[in-house]
C-alpha cells in the first residue's frame, strides 16, 4: 500500500482507498459485477435446436442408407409384394390378404428386414371387408424388437386400418 496524491485536490491518500477523503474524487472505477461462465438458458435452447437438428439429418441419411444395403433377396420380396397388389388377386382369400398384409406393415416400418410375421387362422369374411389376425414383431426405431398381434381390416385388396388385438 502506498501514499499517493489525489489528482483533484492533491491531498496525500492510501493507493489502495477507493476515493478520496478530502473530495470524494473516484480513484477507481466501481467494480461492475460480470457473471461469467455458463451459456445461459439463451444457449441452451441453441445447443438443443442444433442437437435435434443433428439427429433428423443422421436419420435421414441412415434411411438412404438402409435403401443402398438392400438385399437382391429383400428387393425381390417387395416387388412380389407390389406385384400381388397390382395384379389385384382375383382368387382373394388368405393367401392374398397375408400377402396384403406383409406389404403394409413393411410400408409402414422402420426397418422392413426385419419383419416376421405371423398369421394364423384367425380369418373372416365379412361385410366390410376381410379380417385377418396376425401376430408380427420387428425392431423399432431404437433397434430394439417390438411384438403386436393386431387385426388388419382388407377392402379392395388392399389393408385400410389395423386395429388392436381387442378390437374384434
Same mark, same amino acid.
Given at each position: 500500500? @502506498? ?13 489502495? @482507498? ?7 474524487? %473516484?480513484?477507481? *472505477? %466501481? +467494480? ?27 436419420? +435421414? ?6 435403401? +443402398? ?16 397388389? %397390382? ?24 426397418? *422392413? ?32 424388437? %417390438? ?22
Amino acid at each position: 500500500m @502506498a501514499i499517493i496524491q489525489c489528482p483533484e485536490c492533491r491531498k496525500e491518500i492510501s493507493s489502495t @482507498a477507493p476515493t478520496c477523503p478530502g473530495c470524494g474524487y %473516484a480513484l477507481k *472505477p %466501481a +467494480a461492475v459485477k460480470i457473471k461469467k461462465g455458463g451459456i445461459g438458458c439463451g444457449g441452451w435452447l441453441i445447443v438443443l435446436i442444433v442437437l435435434l437438428i443433428i439427429i433428423w439429418i443422421i436419420g +435421414a441419411v441412415g434411411e438412404k442408407l438402409d435403401e +443402398a444395403k438392400m438385399t437382391p433377396e429383400r428387393k425381390a420380396e417387395i416387388e412380389a409384394a407390389q406385384k400381388i397388389k %397390382a395384379e389385384r388377386v382375383s382368387k382373394f382369400g388368405k393367401e392374398g390378404s397375408v400377402g396384403m398384409v406383409h406389404y403394409y406393415l413393411t410400408g409402414i416400418m422402420k426397418d *422392413p428386414d426385419s419383419l416376421e410375421l405371423n398369421c394364423g387362422e384367425t380369418f373372416y369374411n365379412k361385410k366390410d371387408g376381410w379380417l385377418i389376425k396376425c401376430d408380427w414383431r420387428g425392431k423399432n426405431s431404437f433397434g430394439g424388437y %417390438a411384438r403386436k398381434v393386431n387385426w388388419f381390416v382388407i377392402r379392395n385388396e388392399q389393408v385400410v386400418k389395423m386395429e388392436n388385438e381387442n378390437t374384434y
